[in-house]
């Protein structure tokens, strides 16, 4: 959102499998505001869209940054629970991981951009990446093309390697190992970006030297991705990473679970005693080479492992011809596109919500109180002399103050929405409600309230009939009642599969087509798929505002 996904203890994976809760579809049903209890609406410098998932130790939101001049940046921020923030050991836990990954400089490694408290709360702000976890490859079945995906799954552990490799060699101010042990390398933590790059995350339960001692009987992370020694609570070091990272090695090469079990002690026993399969044995597609590389990284007895995760990768490289990063980005956008697809739409949603409500809400920058008294004894000043003016004047003003559209039910069936509709309905009606001013402005105008949705809509379904209303756009006045040309809006559209898009014969590329600038006014688009299918539809662009973002389904 980062990394997200909450190092817990003991945790228990023996049924769906924790996912980083950003990035799965699954986990992830809509990017709705959060309106359950008291949670705030910023934290720090970060504006709150919506939370994305709640753990045993904090909670995920999406979040926004904004600047000046339209600057903005999505990132996930990490909230440690209120109710643990009293808890001295909770507090230090969330504070190591932040301090710890700040220290960590790698393109295999999620960073931590920021660690902050605002009031009692304690966050981590972090990227929003956009791919799947490598649970999802996981949990695809095989491909005819067996090579190409036992390639990919190559590639994706040695990117792993080289991030966990990082962090073991990370050193204190003495020049000494910290020893660090990541301790969770498991498939939920493991992130694969649409670009093919791979993502370590959370480092939440991380051991380093000179940390806090773990209390005895206390065992740290997935029982079913724990190394032997792991699993006896004994001293650690990074070839229990090396273990784990043969696990996932293994299940993504035969899209197999290895020590998954019906119950946590099940899962440990396995990992303790039950014979270890070699990855040719349950697949026979797995090469030799590959399943002797799975066999020593998952060698009982430390020694038995590979030193380093260093020296795995090149094991692994020895064993196939990984793919490269860039192979790994058209698989995902091939194996993966629809989900992706959904996903970024549905981000889109929540965050043009936030973008049109931040243009038409305008907030000053924080001042002191002090400050705030002088400012609020000259806007009543300033407020008397209008109303002075309003007075010897025959113009009606239109509408009220601007501010967050009612997400009551009345509220959306008013505007056309369905009360029952479900969360994407709701985040809909978040992007296309209005403020008080706008509906009484759009009154007055005797334009169609909600056009721009339907016109949308009729855009996603393929119907190439013109959008109702005006194709008039009421051209704003200046002081001296000259005309003045309306502000541009925002255009976002994606497709599955992908498509070229032009708008008014003008070719803007290939979809995802994000927050592009277009006039303001009704716009012509045409749709075109590489084998030659085609759509032609109308969109409303808003003045100064964005449109619904568009998916097309062919």
């Known amino acids: ?32 505001a959060d309106t359950v209890g008291a949670a705030p609406s910023r934290l720090g410098r970060y504006e709150l869209l919506g939370r994305l998932a709640t753990g045993g ?31 001295d050991d909770y507090v230090r836990m969330f504070l190591d991981e932040g301090k710890l990954v700040a220290r960590l400089d790698h393109p295999n490694i999620c960073e931590v951009h920021e660690l902050g408290r605002d009031g009692a709360d304690y966050f981590l702000a972090m990227p929003f990446l956009d791919g799947v976890p490598v649970t999802d490859l996981i949990a695809r079945p095989r491909d005819p093309d067996r090579r190409r995906q036992l390639r990919v799954a190559a590639g994706v552990i040695v990117q792993a390697c ?30 694969v970006t649409a670009s093919g790059v791979v993502k370590v995350l959370d480092f939440g339960i991380a051991k380093i030297r000179g940390a806090t001692a773990t209390e005895i009987g206390m065992v740290k992370g997935k029982w079913q991705y724990m190394a032997p020694e792991q699993v006896a609570g004994e001293e650690l070091d990074r070839r229990c990473d090396v273990f784990a990272l043969g696990i996932v090695l293994f299940e993504i090469a035969t899209h197999q679970r290895l020590f998954k079990r019906d119950s ?77 697809t959904k996903q970024r739409t549905r981000q889109l949603r929540v965050i043009d919500v936030a973008r049109d409500t931040a243009m038409t809400t305008p907030r000053g920058p924080r001042t002191s109180r002090r400050w705030g008294v002088i400012a609020a004894g000259v806007a009543v000043a300033i407020a008397a002399m209008v109303a002075v003016i309003a007075t010897r004047t025959d113009r009606e003003p239109a509408g009220g103050s601007a501010g967050k559209p009612d997400l009551s039910n009345d509220d959306r069936a008013n505007r056309g929405g369905s009360p029952g509709s479900g969360d994407d309905a709701i985040v809909g009606d978040l992007h296309n409600g209005q403020s008080a001013a706008e509906t009484a402005a759009a009154g007055a105008r005797g334009n169609h309230a909600g056009s721009s949705s339907r016109d949308n809509n009729a855009g996603s ?6 959008a109702e209303g005006s194709d008039e756009i009421e051209m704003p006045v200046d002081h001296l009642g000259s005309p003045v040309a309306p502000k541009p809006g925002l255009f976002s559209i994606d497709s599955n599969p992908f498509a070229k898009i032009a708008v008014d014969g003008h070719d803007l590329g290939p979809t995802p087509i994000v927050h592009h600038s277009l006039p303001a006014g009704k716009r012509r688009v045409h749709a075109t798929l590489a084998d030659g299918r085609s759509k032609d539809f109308f969109v409303d ?7 619904a973002p568009i998916t097309l389904s062919w």
């Open 1 to 32: 959102m980062t990394a997200v996904v909450i190092g817990v203890e003991a945790t228990s994976d023996q049924g769906t499998d924790e996912q980083d809760p950003r990035h799965s579809s699954d986990a992830v049903p809509s990017y709705q």
């Open 57 to 87: 130790m904090a909670e995920i939101y999406l979040a926004r940054l904004a600047g000046e001049a339209g600057f903005e940046k999505i990132v996930v921020v990490k909230r440690l629970h209120p109710a643990l923030a009293a808890a």
């Open 162 to 191: 080289a991030g966990l490799h990082h962090a073991h060699e990370l050193r204190g101010s003495d020049g000494e190992s910290l020893n660090l042990v990541h301790r969770d390398a498991s498939p939920s933590n493991l992130f």
């Open 264 to 340: 946590e002690f099940l899962a440990a026993r396995a990992v303790l005693e039950e014979p270890i399969p070699r990855a040719d044995a349950v697949d026979p597609a797995v090469p030799v080479a590959l399943a002797d590389v799975i066999a020593k990284a998952l060698g009982r007895a430390r020694s038995e492992r590979y030193a380093d995760c260093a020296e795995l990768a090149r094991a692994i490289e020895g064993a196939i011809d990984i793919a490269t990063a860039s192979e790994i980005a058209a698989t995902l956008a091939s194996d993966h596109g629809e989900e992706l």
């Open 461 to 466: 379904s393929g119907d190439s009939r013109e």
């Open 541 to 547: 662009i808003p003045a100064g505002r964005a449109a």
